[in-house]
């Protein structure tokens, strides 16, 4: 039977999920979507899907983009304000280039409609962030635990969304979306080790000193003096691979109560935590995976 064509434009939403380097490949996504002719109506993110998904509901990804493709591991360090309070990293640097760089308009007063998730680390609850400063949103739900310190925003505790709800199909839905793009950057990266397949060059041996210099840090106030342990992982490394399984976990249980009608798996398993250096790899796998299921997209689209 045939599907009927409606005279209205079903409403398209895009939930951009959390993977920390891994989501400069939303830029990729959306860059195909522009060529294609769609633009979302509405933006759900995650983690760092909140943060391009802030920037692309306000019109300055061209302007991000440019400054992500000249980013340099030694400038991502600068920004890392090495913290071991609450998490390795207070995330004030970071925050303040953003204040200093873009203007900080409040959600609801965004070109397209936006809203970010976080999850209360006091109660373990889904916080969806549809109001209010679109930077403090987008902290809260980068707050990654034990990477960033938690965020406080109107009395409530908030680490990263992903925690609860690592692509935010759900949220795109109640922002009413008849079409869910979902970018699901966890496909195949459960139990990866990045750093095992990176070549030893000046860039490599560059991540190494700074992380040694982490561990030094954390040894001075956690000292490992077991012998037994000293060829265990890093804490980054331990860290970076908890969350892959976590969030692998966690998507494939949220998107089967609530599928999207579109899923965008690009493959990043060969980009690590941090490697905010490499967004052209990460673009590059963004588009080629959007080109993959954009006839998918497309049929559906044009039949509603």
Request: zero cysteines.
């Amino acid at each position: 039977m045939a599907m009927k064509k409606s005279t209205q434009k079903p409403v398209v939403g895009l939930a951009l999920g959390g993977g920390s380097a891994r989501g400069w490949s939303h830029i990729g996504v959306i860059r195909v979507l522009a060529q294609a002719g769609i633009q979302p109506d509405v933006i759900s993110g995650t983690s760092i899907g909140a943060l391009v998904g802030a920037v692309y509901a306000a019109g300055e990804l061209a302007r991000f983009e440019q400054w992500i493709m000249g980013l340099k591991f030694s400038e991502i360090v600068s920004y890392m304000d090495i913290s071991l309070n609450s998490g390795l990293l207070k995330g004030e640097r970071l925050m303040e280039f953003f204040r200093k760089d873009y203007v900080d308009r409040p959600i609801e007063a965004l070109p397209i409609p936006f809203a970010a998730v976080a999850t209360s680390l006091n109660t373990g609850a889904e916080v969806w962030l549809r109001t209010g400063s679109t930077l403090d949103a987008v902290r809260a739900s980068i707050a990654l635990p034990g990477l960033f310190e938690p965020s406080l925003i109107n009395g409530k505790l908030l680490v990263d969304g992903g925690l609860v709800n690592p692509v935010p199909v759900s949220l795109a839905r109640a922002m009413g979306a008849d079409i869910v793009i979902a970018v699901d950057l966890s496909s195949n990266i459960a139990g990866e080790s990045a750093q095992a397949n990176q070549p030893k060059d000046s860039l490599a041996e560059q991540q190494e000193d700074w992380l040694a210099k982490l561990k030094n840090g954390l040894d001075k106030v956690m000292p490992n003096t077991s012998p037994a342990k000293q060829n265990l992982p890093s804490i980054l490394d331990v860290m970076s691979t908890s969350i892959n399984i976590m969030q692998v976990r966690i998507t494939h249980s949220r998107m089967a109560d609530d599928p999207p009608d579109i899923i965008v798996t690009p493959h990043l398993a060969h980009i690590n935590l941090l490697d905010f250096h490499r967004a052209q790899e990460a673009i590059d796998e963004g588009e080629k995976a959007m080109r993959a299921v954009l006839p998918s997209l497309m049929y559906l689209y044009e039949s509603l």
